[in-house]
């Protein structure tokens, strides 16, 4: 390997307003990170010449310099480099626009918006530094395999040794390529969730603190628009979390037969509100069609989500159809798809005649965060939902599209194989408060849970006994104290919430139990975790489901 001096992983900063670059340097410092600050456009690329790791430059820098040179010195790098810059901005402010402008010349250019938590700028860093190693990488794998060629044609009586080795070699890359594009993967999914979550919680944050203060002051009016502003980021974050689970597949399924007819047919209305007049909405629903397996909910969201893609895809208007139909999938087919077993699946497919995409968008689109829409319009959460929703499901996701031509999405659910459900007439219950002694048990290690879901009961006349785990629950299972109903998180420090329902149940065999979880991956699919008496919700949850839980439950 070619040694490197510490000015090739370098950050040289050019922030020429007030302490911006003495701080960012400082930061850089801080972080293990080495770094040099430039007074203008012409010593940062005097220090550029000398070698580099990456550039931090704020927007206003750019305004009305010479770019020339700058943009000279990138254009002059080898085949290898590709020089990442961080450019921090102002959102909306005119050196935004102006830095954006010069994206393409710069090249492999990441935007900072400002003001930016330090933890943010330390993870650019961090992810651009990691890729300019890989870089370094490449061109000594390059240097070695130009010495390898060499060889090659000077030893011809160790031709099949040396081929033998330059395969080696070659596979050696393909792995490291591999590893490259699998860290760019993470780096992207870590900078949207860091993004997104940043956003949510400053609206969450923020609403909170505008409200101690007004109560601090006395001043009771317009309280629930801060109210409002902090509950909806709030169910942002919770919907961003959800998606991410359903990526990863470990969201909690409540996989049962669906009538998908009967679930496209019942969204009609909301589909056609979510389309222009322009675009005409055609449902070709398979009138022999078999009943799937799935969660209801998130088929619905599936739906809806390639719905508005397909919109999206059609800004001038187009034809969409939505198709229910039945297939069989044999093993040359299942065999080319991981975890897919050959058998009978329902298939929803929802096809545009719009703008379409090439191959290259095609092969990113279920990534996490990947986008093509503009900043601010899109997640890139959805496809990617619909693909770890559809593998969780035993099933399976396609893309097939064409420029300019148009894109068929097809979501491939199992067939339910037993026997479907007899429909019972769902008793509503006229009131949600407690009778006299109807008492919940309360298992959370989760303080702030804990306290909001007992004062919620108690709200409501049930009394509770409260336990923060395992160990403090099952003395007050085993004794005479009256437990109408109990409410475990499932993800307990020690003994978890499942295995404490087991036990609770060798004790009191009809104990009836709620559970509540954020994530647990071995409830997945609730059809294999719960048994009959118990339920269960996610976190967050709103109040109005948890009541209406407690007591349906403690009524049957």
């Known amino acids: 390997m070619t040694l490197r001096s510490s000015k090739s992983e370098r950050a040289i900063i050019l922030a020429p307003l007030g302490r911006d670059s003495q701080i960012a340097l400082m930061m850089l410092n801080e972080a293990g990170y080495a770094g040099v600050v430039t007074r203008d456009l012409i010593g940062l690329c005097a220090e550029l010449e000398q070698g580099a790791g990456l550039l931090l430059i704020s927007s206003e820098a750019l305004l009305g310099a010479d770019m020339e040179p700058l943009f000279d010195l990138i254009e002059q790098q080898p085949a290898w480099s590709d020089l990442p810059i961080v450019l921090m901005t102002h959102r909306g402010g005119p050196e935004h626009s102006h830095g954006s402008k010069f994206g393409a010349q710069l090249g492999n250019v990441t935007f900072l918006e400002r003001p930016f938590h330090p933890v943010t700028?330390?993870?650019?860093?961090?992810?651009?530094?990691?890729?300019?190693?890989r870089q370094y990488e490449a061109r000594d794998r390059l240097v070695d395999l130009s010495q390898s060629e060499l060889r090659l044609q000077t030893t011809l009586e160790t031709l099949e040794q040396q081929v033998e080795e330059r395969t080696a070699e070659l596979r050696h890359n393909e792995e490291a390529l591999r590893q490259s594009q699998k860290m760019e993967a993470v780096g992207q999914l870590t900078g949207g969730i860091a993004h997104d979550f940043n956003n949510m919680l400053t609206g969450i944050i923020g609403s909170l603190e505008l409200l101690r203060r007004r109560l601090a002051r006395g001043r009771t009016e317009d309280l629930d628009s801060l109210i409002?502003?902090?509950?909806?980021?709030?169910?942002r974050a919770a919907g961003l979390t959800h998606r991410l689970l359903a990526f990863s597949r470990r969201q909690s399924l409540d996989s049962k037969p669906v009538e998908m007819n009967e679930l496209v047919a019942s969204m009609g209305e909301l589909l056609h509100r979510s389309i222009d007049e322009s675009i005409r909405l055609d449902m070709q629903l398979d009138k022999e069609l078999w009943v799937a397996e799935a969660d209801r909910n998130q088929l619905e969201s599936a739906l809806l989500n390639l719905v508005i893609n397909a919109r999206d895809a059609m800004p001038d208007g187009g034809k969409l159809v939505v198709r229910t139909h039945n297939q069989h999938l044999g093993r040359d087919f299942t065999d080319a798809h991981a975890n897919l077993a050959p058998g009978d699946y329902v298939v929803l497919s929802v096809s545009d005649d719009g703008c379409g995409m090439p191959q290259s968008t095609i092969n990113r689109a279920f990534d996490p965060f990947f986008t093509t829409k503009p900043i601010g319009q899109g997640t890139g959460l959805g496809l990617s939902m619909i693909y770890g929703f559809s593998k969780q499901s035993r099933g399976h996701v396609s893309i097939e599209s064409e420029v300019d031509k148009g894109t068929t999405v097809r979501l491939y659910l199992p067939r339910f194989g037993g026997d479907l459900p007899l429909d019972s007439p769902t008793h509503i219950s006229p009131t949600l408060f407690a009778q006299a002694g109807e008492t919940v048990l309360i298992v959370e290690d989760d303080p702030a849970v804990r306290v909001l879901v007992s004062s919620v009961l108690s709200d409501l006349g049930y009394a509770f006994v409260?336990?923060?785990?395992?160990?403090?629950?099952?003395?007050?299972?085993?004794?005479?104290?009256?437990?109408d109903l109990m409410i475990s998180d499932v993800g307990l420090p020690g003994m978890n919430g499942r295995q404490l329902a087991e036990i609770g149940r060798q004790y009191r065999p009809d104990l009836k139990v709620l559970f509540i979880t954020g994530y647990a991956e071995h409830?997945?699919?609730?059809?294999?975790?719960?048994?009959?008496?118990?339920?269960?919700?996610?976190?967050?949850?709103?109040f109005d489901l948890l009541t209406a839980k407690v007591r349906e439950m403690i009524r049957v």
Do not use: C, H, W, Y
């Not at 993870?123 to 890729?131: D, F, I, M, N």
């Not at 409002?228 to 169910?235: I, K, P």
């Not at 699919?525 to 269960?536: A, H, I, S, T």
């Open 523 to 542: 409830a997945a699919v609730r059809g294999g975790f719960l048994d009959p008496g118990m339920q269960m919700i996610t976190k967050p949850f709103t």
């Open 121 to 133: 700028l330390i993870s650019l860093v961090s992810t651009a530094l990691r890729g300019r190693r």
């Open 466 to 483: 409260e336990a923060a785990d395992a160990d403090g629950a099952l003395p007050i299972l085993d004794s005479t104290q009256r437990i």
């Open 228 to 235: 409002d502003l902090g509950v909806t980021s709030a169910n």
